[in-house]
């Protein structure tokens, strides 16, 4: 199925919408010393901002793994973002996992304030490229 221009440009803006209070939600979560549950929040905020690209890119996939992949084989690799921020996505990613799989995985403030700055970064990346095209 084909989505109309208006249909994907409200469903882009929902996922930029849902990036923010993603981020939001992680800034609360780090502030209270949830540190899983911000890093969970984190790796959602980018993976709605890179939904967002994917749609204005006309790429469909409900995979996770899917759409880093593609990602950085059309951004990335491409050279239209720095080399850092693919890893920074796949870092979120792993971070993502580990606090929801691993039962005794333990973050800290400063490794989740860290990650939480990174994908402020990823999101402004990929705002911008969503913002060019």
Request: charged share 30%.
């Amino acid at each position: 199925m084909t989505l109309s221009k208006e249909n994907r440009i409200v469903i882009i803006d929902n996922n930029i919408q849902k990036s923010y209070q993603a981020i939001n939600d992680a800034e609360i979560l780090l502030n209270n010393e949830g540190f899983s549950g911000a890093l969970n929040r984190i790796y959602y905020s980018i993976f709605y901002i890179l939904s967002a690209l994917a749609i204005k890119s006309d790429y469909k996939t409900s995979k996770h793994t899917q759409l880093i992949g593609w990602f950085n084989k059309n951004f990335v690799k491409n050279h239209k973002v720095e080399r850092k921020i693919g890893k920074l996505v796949q870092k979120a990613f792993d971070q993502r996992m580990e606090g929801d799989y691993d039962v005794l995985s333990e973050f800290c403030f400063d490794e989740t304030k860290e990650a939480l700055a990174d994908a402020k970064e990823i999101i402004r990346v990929v705002r911008d490229i969503i913002n060019i095209h």
